[in-house]
T-cell receptor, first 114, second 113 residues
Framework: NAGVTQTPKFRVLKTGQSMTLLCAQD?????MYWYRQDPGMGLRLIHY???????AKGEVPDGYNVSRLKKQNFLLGLESAAPSQTSVYFC?????????????FGPGTRLTVT | DAKTTQPPSMDCAEGRAANLPCNHSTISGNEYVYWYRQIHSQGPQYIIH???NNETNEMASLIITEDRKSSTLILPHATLRDTAVYYCIVRGFSGGGADGLTFGKGTHLIIQP
């Protein structure tokens, strides 16, 4: 049971490049989330999904797109990276409400945009 | 979700109990109190949650005041591995509870040898 895994662990992009971050979970969770964490700050929600084929915007969705084609995977895309998107990105998953007490987090992806 | 206030940092001696306070004076009746922690560079880890009653699990105890306006997370015998940022989060379950957690800056707990 690997829990929540994220690919890649590190990435450096040039301004304007695109990339996709992959999150996978093997716990059969319905809900999945993408957060970003800037230095010295707490996590902020980018997008989330309540099930396969559904996505919704979080607190800071601009500049990102997401897809949930399979229940176990949640993809985060940056179409045209900007230096302001330099951050650590965390994926999380949880059971259906009311059991969403615990979110399980992945190890994070460190992204630098130059 | 109600806002929370935590001290930015705290020290505790190894082996002693670490008591981390959190103020949530605007909490409403259906909002839970959650605690997570984040060890350096890792993803956050769930610790405990509660609504009204005090709660205990293998990691910690959560004491919620009777008026629910504040709470304290207690790590009974702190070890060096407990050095982390601890986040107190208040959250209701509107919309089915699927929306994410709202993290503040938390308390940086440093366990001293």
């Amino acid at each position: 049971n690997a829990g929540v895994t994220q690919t890649p662990k590190f990435r450096v992009l040039k301004t304007g490049q695109s990339m996709t971050l992959l999150c996978a979970q093997d716990m059969n969770h319905e809900y999945m989330y993408w957060y970003r964490q800037d230095p010295g700050m707490g996590l902020r929600l980018i997008h989330y999904s309540v099930g396969e084929g559904t996505t919704a915007k979080g607190e800071v969705p601009d500049g990102y797109n997401v897809s949930r084609l399979k229940k176990q995977n949640f993809l985060l895309g940056l179409e045209s990276a900007a230096p302001s998107q330099t951050s650590v990105y965390f994926c999380a998953s949880s059971y259906l409400a009311p059991l969403t007490y615990e979110q399980y987090f992945g190890p994070g992806t460190r992204l630098t945009v130059t | 979700d109600a806002k929370t206030t935590q001290p930015p940092s705290m020290d505790c001696a190894e082996g002693r109990a670490a008591n981390l306070p959190c103020n949530h004076s605007t909490i409403s009746g259906n909002e839970y109190v959650y605690w997570y922690r984040q060890i350096h560079s890792q993803g956050p880890q769930y610790i405990i949650h509660g609504l009204k009653n005090n709660e205990t699990n293998e990691m910690a105890s959560l004491i919620i005041t009777e008026d629910r306006k504040s709470s304290t997370l207690i790590l009974p015998h702190a070890t060096l591995r407990d050095t982390a940022v601890y986040y107190c989060i208040v959250r209701g379950f509107s919309g089915g509870g699927a929306d994410g957690l709202t993290f503040g800056k938390g308390t940086h707990l440093i366990i001293q040898p």
